[in-house]
């Protein structure tokens, strides 16, 4: 396995912990994170979704209150 190989199965697995974490987080805990997205839509859901796969540890973080606001 390549240099090339490697890379792409870490940014695989990276990209499926992020999908999870974000659908998850979106659809059970973002209610109780931010208040001002009480009752979001759909489509808000939706927009919102890359950035939190992209961004999930910093997400997980401030969620476990390890990471500065």
Known sequence: ??????????M?????????VAVWFTAFRLDRFDPAAQGAGVW?????LPGLAALWPIVVARW???APS
């Open 1 to 10: 396995m390549g240099a090339a190989d490697l890379f792409l199965a870490a």
């Open 12 to 20: 695989a697995v990276y990209l499926a912990a992020g999908l999870s």
């Open 44 to 48: 808000f859901r939706i927009l919102i």
């Open 64 to 66: 476990w209150g390890k």
